[in-house]
């Protein structure tokens, strides 16, 4: 099977613009999660997206959101963006359904705020 | 919220000695328990997972154990190799959600 696959790698913004990120998970996975990763905070989960439904989330501002498409793949956007917003933006795939979730992840894309 | 700590922040090891890295979590509802390692510009890799009904699980070179009472679980590898050197990161979450809480990473240094 395929992996997860994450577009674009590199990313290059500048404050105030916005921008969309996209996953594609493998084939028959119904979850995407999405996580940033940072120096400083590390892996820090953003949200969850199942059957086209934001199943999580996690705590950051309304500047951050997603959506999900019928075929499971994800976009997130983050709009008005500040500097410390450049991180690597991280995507996981998992079944979504029975007791545990074991989650496999993207390569990353890379965001630079300038 | 779920808190999961992550001990040492490096580690260094001669080839062929073993590693340990150990995590503690603070939600006693959470009942699984990934690795996962990141090699430079790659996103993570799962490793090795236990679940709460486990004590022990081994795969090769690789073992976790988990002690649920005290709220701790590690990471065994044994006969290190270079290509063992990268971040390793802990998590914990509850089975009902898909939130990973991931420890702060421990990077791993094996020297030949």
């Known amino acids: 099977k395929a992996g997860v696959t994450q577009t674009p790698r590199y990313l290059i913004k500048t404050r105030g613009q916005q921008v969309t990120l996209s996953c594609s998970p493998i084939?028959?996975?119904?979850?995407v999660s999405w996580y940033q990763q940072t120096p400083g905070q590390g892996l820090q989960f953003l949200f969850e997206?199942?059957?086209?439904?934001?199943?999580n989330k996690g705590n950051f501002p309304g500047r951050f959101s997603g959506r999900q498409f019928s075929n499971s793949r994800s976009e997130m956007n983050v709009s008005t963006l500040e500097l410390g917003d450049s991180a690597l933006y991280l995507c996981?795939?998992?079944?979504?359904?029975?007791?545990?979730?074991?989650?496999?992840f993207g390569p990353g894309t890379r965001l630079t705020v300038t | 919220g779920e808190n999961v700590e992550q001990h040492p922040s490096t580690l260094s090891v001669q080839e062929g000695d073993s590693a340990v890295i150990k995590c503690t979590y603070s939600?006693?509802?959470?009942?699984?328990f990934p690795w996962y390692k990141q090699e430079l510009g790659k996103g993570p890799q799962l490793i090795i997972d236990?679940?709460?009904?486990?004590g022990e699980k081994k795969d090769q070179r690789i073992a976790v154990t988990l002690n649920k009472t005290a709220k701790h679980f590690s990471l065994h590898i044994t006969e290190t190799q270079p290509e063992d050197s990268a971040v390793y990161f802990c998590?914990?979450?509850?089975?009902?959600?898909?939130?990973?809480?991931f420890g702060g990473g421990t990077r791993v240094l094996v020297k030949p």
């Open positions: 236990i679940r709460s009904n486990v």
């Open positions: 998590a914990a979450s509850r089975a009902a959600g898909n939130k990973l809480t």
């Open positions: 084939s028959g996975h119904r979850s």
């Open positions: 939600d006693s509802a959470s009942n699984y």
């Open positions: 996981a795939s998992s079944p979504g359904t029975g007791s545990f979730y074991e989650q496999y």
């Open positions: 997206y199942f059957s086209e439904t934001q199943r």
